[in-house]
């Protein structure tokens, strides 16, 4: 290597952004990687279909899906459905919260309780919720109630241990500050304890939001309650592969929003505490 | 003398503490024996039937047809999603540029619920155990590739230049620098997987198969032979709760060192 | 074994006054500029600086004079935006193979899913050197630094000062031909400070390696140093290069009461204070 080109190689940056660009140029190229990434995945997708290497009449293509979408979204059923999914996932999700959080405050708080209730507990979480499927139906048939039964006996879970784990993370020098300065017990609750377990618990409000939404749209596909999850089963049975594919990948949609939703109130929320918080699944 | 009533004390605070853990679980199955005993409730039998049921027929009858089956889709799925999972997960985190910009197909791809590809699945693949084990895969892959991903960009950076200064490359760098300093996050990825797995190994029995546990708790119900039914739903209890302890011991061994750590630091 | 570390000849007279002649690192205009939000910065301006085989250099300057670039770019780690960084006449472009490097933060320079002696293997094994001679190297060197019986604790088990023992026993496994240390006794206590200071005089009298020690504490750069390099601020240059004239083997106690002791310090303060002042 010649002098000259030592001066021109460039500089392998320790926390330096390539020379002769700015923070909104890279913003902005990174957003185009990732465009391209999904142009490149659609794309490989349609070829797939198109070409005959995945089967047409199990998979539909990205056109075939979007051609479906447009009709479809005019159609009330569509929107029932949809609806139906919606309403059975939320007041699942609002029933176990209810019922999870304060249980699990309690249980994570009282050493005893903690004791009384370990064991089941973990027992009792470890039974898929879907496994629950063929006793709801025999309870409740086909109905709405058996997709709220599932979604609560699923999703209460992520939220109870979260919750548990969360009253054992509140930091024991901020405990001896409390009691330095004699908090009695409800400041305590709601000064020190809610808010250290707070981001533990959002995060299982937020597991337990992904959770009981495919509990919501497994409810629907094998038990027959109204809902995305029915409408695949139907549309499959009627042969319309890209109808159903169209409610599939509004599934994914819903959840997608749901999570991003989510965790910006959750960032919003508890903007203080992020700077402790670790990033994870 | 104390010494003696010191080992007193501790030995009695932990048979105290497994007595405590112990009530509740105990006292439930009695309570449910003793309140099920005479009932007629078709939905509801009561507890002797069901574990007679759950002896006769599931242990033994269904052991190798179902159970079996069931387990060895569900190992050969976790273990494929494994190598796969981590293999691309440690290829994408050591790229981060590649892995923002294939970030929203991934994370488009982990929302879709697999409940909702089983009827596709079932009309591409069949309804052999390909489209069982694919579905599996399919549902734990993920959790295990992004937190590769994830473990394996917040590698501390004085980790890398260490390795870089004693010139430690290639394979041997990725098996003792890299997947150690990521296996705490890996094996979190793994434990959400094997739940994760646990589920679709069930759901993806209800339908379009002819055998495996999920199968034959749906079989029960439909010929109303409901004891068999419970007794089914009480086995996956058991299979989870197994595979969860012997999980827990996998990680006991292998995160032994962060375990260690992190006691030290908050002590 | 102990043999196999003993290399080259302890080191002499000759060498700790200077007079070794031969330039095992050289670092020629070497100049370095960091690319930011707000423009361009230049850290290291043109420095010119030749090692001697066997000698101890210490690099002192002011916070946020890019000490530890200047080391990182003589290491290997980075890439010098001009000049270059010569290692025995080789450029160096990457870590080279007869360098090593201790870092200041021992806990996140010592890879805490293996034990200390798997530590101090770690790089041996790498270069492919089969297991039963790692480990003997590794213990020998262990030995060294007075951690003989520490092998099989884990790194995190240690206090800070002998975590900083384990760093610099793997870098002395290694043999290399020079040993770079980046304030390596700044997050100790001080008691801990002044043993591990000993300890790398008596490991370069024992092996003959020569040292590049970055330093912001005038004190120890003196008290260790054959030369004590004084830096500007940024954009740094090497205000002036210090020959450390003080007697040879140093002692925490006799040696800082000398006279010439007061001097040098006084010296190299006045340096740097005055750099501050005139920014």
């Not at chain 2, 994408?92 to 540029?97: A, D, T, V």
């Not at chain 2, 591409?124 to 473990?151: C, H, K, Q, Y």
């Not at chain 2, 034959?216 to 302890?245: D, K």
Request: net charge positive; glycine share 8%.
């Amino acid at each position: 290597m010649t002098a000259t080109e030592i001066i021109n190689r460039p500089s392998a940056a320790v926390g330096g952004a390539p020379i002769g660009s700015s923070a909104l140029g890279l913003q902005l190229r990174r957003i185009a990687y990732a465009v391209a990434a999904i142009i490149v995945a659609l794309a490989a997708w349609q070829i797939g279909v198109d070409s005959g290497v995945v089967n047409r009449a199990a998979v539909a293509s990205p056109t075939d899906i979007a051609r479906a979408a447009g009709p479809l979204i005019t159609k009330n059923g569509f929107w029932s459905a949809v609806g139906a999914t919606v309403r059975s996932w939320s007041e699942g999700l609002a029933i176990s919260l209810l019922i999870a959080i304060p249980l699990g405050l309690l249980i994570g708080a009282s050493d005893l309780f903690y004791k009384l209730t370990r064991f089941s507990i973990d027992f009792l979480r470890t039974i898929p919720a879907v496994a629950l499927v063929p006793l709801a139906l025999l309870l409740y048939g086909a109905t709405d109630r058996m997709a709220l039964v599932l979604i609560v006996f699923g999703s209460v879970w992520p939220m109870l241990l979260q919750s548990m784990y969360g009253v054992h993370q509140v930091d024991p020098i901020a405990r001896d500050v409390a009691r330095a300065y004699r908090f009695r017990r409800r400041e305590r609750i709601f000064r020190l304890v809610l808010p250290s377990a707070s981001p533990f618990i959002a995060t299982g409000v937020r597991i337990a939001a992904t959770m009981s939404l495919l509990l919501a749209v497994g409810a629907e596909l094998f038990g027959g309650a109204p809902g995305i999850g029915n409408e695949i089963t139907v549309q499959q049975q009627t042969g319309n592969i890209p109808v159903m594919f169209v409610y599939v990948v509004v599934s994914a949609l819903l959840g997608l929003v749901v999570n991003l939703v989510l965790i910006n109130v959750e960032r919003r929320a508890l903007k203080w505490h992020s700077a402790e918080r670790s990033t994870s699944v | 003398m104390a010494f003696r009533r010191a080992i007193d004390f501790r030995l009695k605070t932990r048979l105290l503490t497994i007595f405590l853990e112990l009530i509740l679980p105990v006292g439930a199955v009695a309570a449910w024996w003793a309140l099920s005993a005479g009932s007629t409730s078709v939905y509801f039998p009561p507890l002797s039937q069901i574990v007679t049921a759950l002896r006769e027929t599931w242990l033994f009858e269904h052991w190798s047809t179902d159970v079996f089956p069931s387990l060895e889709n569900l190992a050969l799925g976790f273990l494929v999603s494994c190598l796969v999972g981590i293999g691309l997960g440690v290829l994408l985190g050591l790229l981060p540029i590649v892995a923002d910009a294939v970030a929203p197909v991934l994370e488009f791809l982990r929302a879709v619920p697999g409940v909702a590809l089983l009827p596709a699945a079932i009309l591409l693949l069949g309804i052999g155990a390909e489209t069982r084990i694919s579905l599996i895969v399919f549902g734990t892959m993920w959790p295990i590739l992004l937190n590769t991903i994830d473990g394996v960009r917040a590698i501390d950076p004085m980790v890398r230049d260490v390795a870089e200064s004693y010139q430690i490359r290639g394979l041997g760098w990725l098996r003792r620098i890299v997947l150690p300093a990521a296996s705490p996050q890996i094996v979190a990825g793994m434990r959400t997987a094997l739940s994760v797995g646990i589920t679709v190994m069930v759901f993806s029995e209800l339908s379009g198969t002819t055998n495996g546990i999920g199968f034959q708790i749906l079989s029960a119900q439909r010929s109303f032979a409901v004891p068999q039914m419970w007794a089914g739903m009480i086995l996956l209890g058991i299979i989870g709760y197994l595979l969860n302890i012997a999980f827990r011991g996998f990680e006991h061994v292998v995160l032994r060192w962060h375990r260690g750590m992190r006691q030290l630091a908050r002590s | 074994m102990y043999n196999s570390m003993v290399k080259r000849a302890p080191v002499t007279e000759d060498v700790v006054s200077g007079n070794a002649g031969e330039v095992v690192l050289a670092v020629r205009e070497l100049s370095k500029t960091y690319e930011t939000r707000a423009g361009r910065k230049l850290v290291l301006n043109s420095i010119d600086l030749d090692v001697h085989r066997g000698e101890f250099v210490c690099v002192v300057g002011p916070s946020g004079a890019g000490k530890t670039t200047l080391l990182r770019c003589m290491s290997g780690l980075l890439a010098p935006t001009a000049g270059q960084v010569l290692l025995d006449g080789e450029l160096v472009t990457r870590p080279p193979a007869k360098l090593a490097v201790v870092f200041q933060d021992y806990s996140r320079s010592l890879m805490p899913w293996m034990s200390v002696e798997s530590n101090v293997m770690l790089p041996l094994r790498a270069k492919g050197m089969p297991g039963s001679q790692s480990r003997k190297l590794a213990n020998t060197s262990l030995e060294a630094v007075g951690l003989a019986d520490a092998g099989r604790q884990y790194p995190w088990q240690l206090s800070g000062g002998m975590q900083q023992r384990v760093a610099i026993a793997r870098a002395l496994a290694y043999e290399p031909e020079v040993l770079l240390m980046d304030e390596p006794f700044a997050s100790v206590d001080a008691q801990t400070r002044a043993d591990l200071e000993d300890l790398a005089l008596n490991l370069r009298a024992s092996f003959g390696v020569t040292v590049v020690l970055v330093t912001h504490d005038i004190d120890e750069s003196v008290y260790l140093g054959d030369r004590v390099v004084v830096l500007s601020g940024s954009p740094t240059r090497i205000r002036d290069d210090v020959s450390v004239d003080l007697p040879s083997p140093r002692d925490q106690i006799e040696t800082k009461v000398l006279p010439r002791f007061a001097e040098l310090r006084k010296r190299i303060l006045q340096e740097i204070r005055s750099d501050r002042a005139s920014r």
